[in-house]
């Protein structure tokens, strides 16, 4: 049986309940999962049962649930698959199973890895564009669903500055208002850019062009720190200067 | 605002310096603009497979020092421009709040005198923390022969500050950097250490270089072998306390009778690279790593040269292996290590673990057992085949390096 959840945690938990005695359970929030043949059924999220099923992992492992947080912000389509078997083999042993060498625990660990690494990615290849109002805005597509875990970083160096990060690709944004951060759907903005901005850009991509060394070229290694599916919001790989210069 | 050309040119004249971290300091923001990250952060990568983190510029290239080896030399014959405290601190400033940047690194060729330029670097430096109330992150060059107020000065607004070295022994740097001495590159370093020690131990309020200092030196522009060269690293993090020792291999940009036409290998760099993570994570000393007056082998990794010396320590069993010798088998990281440590407390492990777990046993498999297997190669001139396998030519060898990803991945740190 396929249990299809709505994608947020309360769901997950409660189609854990059901999943958890079923031998041949899968847990998906994407229907493009659905195999031929396989019956399918639509959990809906129960507040009682997410807690109870809650409230029985944590009194194995106390951290699991900060597990299930990045896990379900991953952007793979067997993420609640991969929560699913490590949240089963922790109740089967009992204790925290984060260590272990079983097949579960690795593939959560990996998942969880990449979406942390992406985080930690994302502040450092986000790329602002300044507004006539002064404001930040900065287009973005992460491969994990994890643009409002960005906002503690940029409110803690930028606070005096209000900003916008745009997931572009899940059409929401986390916005920082100079006072509060929140979360919100967002289509598509049209940004005033800011009389110098253009400028600064430019700047930019000169000082980008001359601060590599041509004849050390290692594009392999580059692109491994920072793959090609990034570039895209980077104002660096916009230049329309060539590079030689 | 600065002009591209300008830019240009100071950039090209800065970009030779390997540095480029910003780890290492937790500067807090209080109003204003910007905080460290501790653990350092890219914020893109140029085709040569560099990090840039800091922006890294020359505030001029307009020098009064003759270093044969360096292309703003006093002799130079190519266009001479500065910048001011002024231009610096806002081009910083709009890089940093665009997320550009993590801060500034500045450094300068001596223009006028030691004093008149690092008293531009201090201005810019206060600039940027008092007026801009900026606590991103900044590196500063220390000026050789500046007066000692001025230095100590800087240090109390940056996060780091480095001398380079320049060269691996004192008779290099006579002959190549004749203005420079010894003296005027490690008093200050070591001056600042003890200013820094002084200001920890008294609790001061403030900051004092939280980041502590770093060096660099030219390899393969001197006749230095690497065994000198690992030795003077090993000190330099004993005696400074230095957080980092860089190294940047020769590249020929000026010809002198003194200097070498071709630039120094990269896999050399690469090689001293492995040998200092060596030194700072893993335990191993510099006499261990590198045989008196020896150059380190280019075709096996230092690990994988100390091994095969040492084949009497190996096999290891991976389940009761205490971390430092796990930590000195080839193939074998920081990472792999701590994994095993924590998956052997749940079961006796397996190869197939192992395998599981991504550890990689390419070379590893010759100097562990698994619960008590062993899958290497039975003797030590096989061992070293493999070991040595497909990296025979020169050519190769350097392709290699920087061909598959993961090792691609290692080459900035020398992680091993
Ligand atoms: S001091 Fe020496 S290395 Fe530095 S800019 Fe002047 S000539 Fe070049």
Redesign the pocket.
């Known amino acids: 049986m396929i249990y299809l959840t709505d994608g947020t945690k309360e769901c997950f938990l409660t189609a854990f309940l059901y999943a958890f005695s079923d031998e041949n359970a899968l847990i998906s929030s994407s229907q493009t999962q659905l195999a031929l043949g396989q019956e399918s059924v639509f959990v809906a999220a129960d507040a009682a049962k997410a807690k109870k099923t809650e409230a029985r992992l944590l009194s194995f492992d106390k951290d699991c649930m900060n597990d299930l947080f990045y896990l379900l912000r991953s952007g793979r389509n067997d993420r609640e698959q991969i929560a699913f078997r490590y949240l089963k083999l922790l109740t089967e042993k009992k204790m925290p199973v984060r260590e272990m060498a079983e097949d579960a625990s690795i593939a959560a660990n990996e998942c969880i890895r990449k979406v942390t690494y992406e985080i930690h990615r994302m502040h450092g290849f986000v790329r602002f564009l300044e507004s006539a109002s002064g404001a930040l805005y900065a287009p973005l597509s992460p491969d994990n669903d994890i643009v409002d875990l960005l906002t503690p970083h940029f409110r803690a160096r930028l606070p005096e500055f209000p900003f916008v990060l745009h997931d572009v690709k899940r059409k929401k944004a986390a916005v920082y208002d100079g006072k509060n951060s929140f979360l919100a759907p967002l289509e598509s903005a049209e940004i005033v850019l800011s009389a110098d901005e253009q400028r600064w850009q430019s700047l930019w991509q000169r000082y980008y062009q001359s601060v590599n060394i041509p004849q050390r070229e290692r594009l392999k290694q580059m692109k491994g720190y920072m793959p090609v599916r990034y570039w895209k919001h980077m104002p660096e790989f916009h230049a329309t200067d060539p590079l030689s210069t | 605002m600065i002009d591209e050309q300008r830019l240009k040119l100071l950039t090209e004249g800065a970009k030779y310096d390997v540095s480029c971290s910003s780890s290492g300091s937790k500067r807090k923001n209080t109003g204003g603009m910007g905080n460290g990250y501790a653990a350092g952060c890219c914020h893109s990568f140029t085709p040569d497979g560099r990090c840039i983190s800091l922006l890294k510029i020359l505030m001029s290239?307009d020098?009064v020092?003759?270093?044969k080896y360096?292309p703003?030399?006093?002799d130079a014959d190519v266009p001479r421009v500065s910048a001011t405290p002024e231009e610096v601190a806002e081009l910083t400033i709009d890089f940093y709040k665009r997320n550009y940047i993590e801060g500034l690194f500045l450094s300068s060729?001596?223009e006028k005198s030691p004093n008149y330029t690092m008293e531009k670097l201090v201005r810019t430096v206060k600039l940027l923390r008092t007026q801009y109330r900026f606590h991103g992150y900044i590196h500063l060059k220390g000026i050789p022969r500046a007066d000692e107020a001025l230095i100590h000065e800087a240090a109390k607004y940056a996060d780091r500050m480095s001398y380079n070295i320049e060269l691996p022994s004192e008779r290099s740097l006579k002959l190549l950097?004749p203005?420079?001495s010894k003296e005027s590159l490690l008093l200050p370093m070591k001056k600042l250490a003890e200013d820094r020690a002084v200001f920890r131990e008294e609790k001061r309020k403030g900051l004092f270089l939280p980041a502590g200092q770093t060096t660099q030196m030219i390899i393969g522009a001197s006749p230095e072998k690497d065994s000198q060269i690992v030795r003077l690293t090993q000190s330099l993090y004993r005696s400074m306390g230095l957080k980092r020792v860089y190294y940047s291999s020769y590249v020929p940009v000026v010809h002198d009778s003194l200097l070498p036409d071709l630039p120094a290998g990269q896999l050399r760099e690469h090689r001293l690279y492995q040998a200092d993570w060596l030194l700072r994570f893993y335990g191993f000393t510099a006499e261990e790593i590198a045989p008196e007056n020896e150059n380190l082998p280019l075709d096996l990794d230092p690990k994988c040269a100390w091994a095969l010396r040492n084949m009497q320590l190996f096999p290891v069993e991976v389940n009761h292996a205490p971390l430092e010798l796990l930590l000195r088998v080839p193939g074998i990281g920081g990472r792999s290590a701590q994994k095993i440590l924590q998956a052997r407390k749940y079961t006796n492990l397996t190869f197939e673990h192992l395998q599981k777990m991504r550890v990689v046993l390419k070379r590893a498999r010759h100097f562990i057992t698994a619960n008590g297997k062993f899958y290497g190669a039975k003797s030590e001139t096989a061992v070293r085949g493999y070991l040595t396998a497909g990296e025979n030519s020169e050519n190769s060898r350097q392709l290699s390096l920087f061909s598959d990803t993961e090792t691609a991945l290692s080459a900035l740190t020398g992680e091993l």
Do not use: M
Request: net charge positive; hydrophobic share 30%; charged share 15%.
């Open positions: 290239n020098c020092y003759n270093c360096c703003n030399r006093l060729a001596v950097a203005q420079k």
